[in-house]
């Protein structure tokens, strides 16, 4: 099984007058080609820290980050730009969809940026928009799309540069939970088809449905359950990706 | 005035049957004379040194428009013009000239005539007409520089104004921008989407200005126009102008969203939407 991701003894600081936050304390983890692992804890306990870590948005006080063989936790400014643009796919909990774009820009945008030739990017938004169930809904701005939609929109954009990881922070904080419910149901039908995925969740039905459960509390990892295992012909090539 | 001109407009026979006969001397008057006594050309009015005196009968040969000549604008008089003669006849004091204009012919320099006749003879003091014009409009001229000390100070208050309103509207936008920046587009991708778009929006607004600052133009002109019955232009949108405004514009426009595009960039992504 290929190493996609590998943390070893992670910790973020933050700096605050008096008593420093110390919001991951330590924390070592591996996550496969193909594996579904969901990040639960309670609030506060530092999961969006080291997700951010994780997607090289954040920089780690301590500690080592491995991700698709690069290491996440020493890169620049612009190294980790670039990194947040091709390495891995980050899906938010407010969607952050650009309110002037249309759906199928909103999905080109990290293409354009990567200097992907326009024939192929729009090739590429149209069938990421056919894949989420959106494909009519190509030409609709932000604001004609549901929350549900929109996040599904935004999932398509975090896949666009083939990403080795797709990590997603509270996808559905934001939903009711019927199209909670559909992205949920999006995200294990990415992870069927390979996507290896990592999301950060208070919905226990989003937990429910990961192949791995990672427990955290006070920036530590308490529990680790695999749920579901990867089947025996995991894809061989590693980077399994859409 | 050529004198087949003159005999064109003196029609229908002489006033005086009898006698010899006495062909009205002709005239001109302005057009805000004519206006103000219903007068057109052919008509036959009495011309006299002192109101209610003796006088000539004459015909208006002709009504004159005024120049544009802004010392002449706000002058109230009315101008009417006969031949030298005449009018030193009617005046009485014959050989008495306060000033006349001699036109040179094409191509001589007019300072050259100038001095020409000064040399010629005593009493004489001739002036080139551009030096009387700037003499004249010395006044104009400290307007101008008051219009245009009010035109900088305008600019410059404009331009704080401008770049204020640039740095909220950008700053406004910062949670997109952080969003872009958390998708990995980089600094300079950002930075060059603000500027672009600052850039866009200052050339749109110049050419809004100076389309509103023509249609301005021409309802001064129209109005003062009618009022002070000139062609005077009051005020003026020339090419120059605009291209200033466009530029000053698109500069404007350039500055202000490098900084605020500047400000944005430099603060965390996470900061900027937020969290
Ligand atoms: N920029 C910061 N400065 C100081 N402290 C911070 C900062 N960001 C987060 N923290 C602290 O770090 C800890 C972990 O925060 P984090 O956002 O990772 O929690 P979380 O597990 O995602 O919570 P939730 O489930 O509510 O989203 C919290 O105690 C928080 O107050
Ligand atoms: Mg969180």
Redesign the pocket.
């Known amino acids: 099984m290929t190493l996609v991701l590998s943390a070893r003894d992670v910790r973020r600081d933050?700096p605050?007058a008096g008593t420093p936050?110390h919001?991951v304390r330590g924390i070592s983890l591996d996550v496969h080609a193909g594996e579904w692992v969901a990040i639960v804890?309670?609030?506060?306990?530092?999961?969006?820290?080291?997700l951010n870590l994780l997607g090289a948005i954040d920089r780690p006080s301590a500690g080592s980050i491995t991700i698709a063989g690069r290491d996440v936790a020493r890169l620049g400014d612009a190294e980790a730009t670039r990194f947040r643009l091709t390495g891995v796919g980050f899906v938010f909990q407010r969607f952050y969809l650009m309110p002037t774009l249309t759906a199928a820009e909103n999905v080109e945008l990290p293409m354009a940026e990567a200097k992907v030739p326009r024939v192929e990017r729009e090739a590429r938004a149209r069938e990421l928009l056919g894949y989420v169930g959106l494909a009519g809904r190509a030409d609709h701005r932000p604001f004609q799309l549901s929350g549900g939609e929109q996040q599904r929109v935004a999932i398509a954009r975090a896949l666009a540069n083939r990403p080795a990881l797709l990590l997603a922070?509270?996808p559905t904080g934001e939903l009711d939970a019927r199209t909670g419910t559909e992205v949920i149901a999006l995200l294990d039908r990415l992870n069927r088809d390979g996507t290896t995925i990592v999301t950060?969740t208070?919905d226990e039905e989003l937990a429910q449905a990961a192949r791995r459960v990672v427990h955290?509390r006070d920036?530590a990892i308490v529990d680790d359950v695999v749920r579901r295992p990867l089947p025996p012909a995991a894809p061989a090539d590693g980077a399994a990706r859409r | 005035m050529p004198l087949a001109l003159l005999a064109a407009v003196l029609p229908g026979p002489p006033v005086c049957a009898q006698a010899a006969p006495v062909v009205p001397r002709t005239v001109t008057i302005d057009e805000r004379l004519a206006a103000a006594a219903a007068l057109a050309v052919g008509d036959r009015v009495l011309l006299a040194p002192e109101a209610g005196g003796p006088g000539d009968t004459v015909t208006i040969a002709a009504i004159t428009r005024r120049g544009a000549d802004p010392s002449e604008v706000a002058r109230s008089e009315y101008r009417v013009r006969l031949h030298l003669d005449h009018l030193q006849r009617l005046a009485g004091t014959g050989d008495r000239v306060g000033r006349f204009a001699v036109a040179s012919a094409p191509g001589v320099a007019p300072e050259s005539v100038a001095a020409a006749i000064d040399a010629a003879a005593f009493g004489f003091r001739a002036y080139p007409a551009a030096a009387v014009a700037i003499e004249t409009s010395a006044t104009f001229r400290v307007v101008n520089r008051f219009h245009r000390a009010i035109g900088i100070i305008t600019i410059v208050a404009s331009a704080i104004f401008l770049l204020c309103i640039t740095l909220l509207k950008v700053d406004e936008r910062r949670r997109d921008v952080g969003a872009l920046r958390l998708l990995g587009l980089s600094r300079a991708t950002v930075v060059r989407a603000v500027v672009l778009e600052a850039a866009l929006v200052s050339l749109v607004g110049s050419a809004m200005g100076a389309g509103l600052g023509w249609a301005a133009s021409a309802l001064v002109n129209w109005h003062y126009q009618g009022v002070y019955a000139t062609p005077l232009r009051f005020a003026i949108v020339t090419p120059g102008i605009v291209a200033f405004a466009v530029t000053l514009s698109l500069g404007l426009g350039l500055v202000s969203g490098w900084v605020a595009a500047q400000r944005l960039v430099r603060r965390a992504p996470?900061e900027l939407v937020g969290?």
């Open positions: 933050y605050v936050v919001a804890g309670p609030s506060g306990c530092g999961k969006s820290t080291l922070d509270e950060v208070h955290v920036g | 996470l969290r």
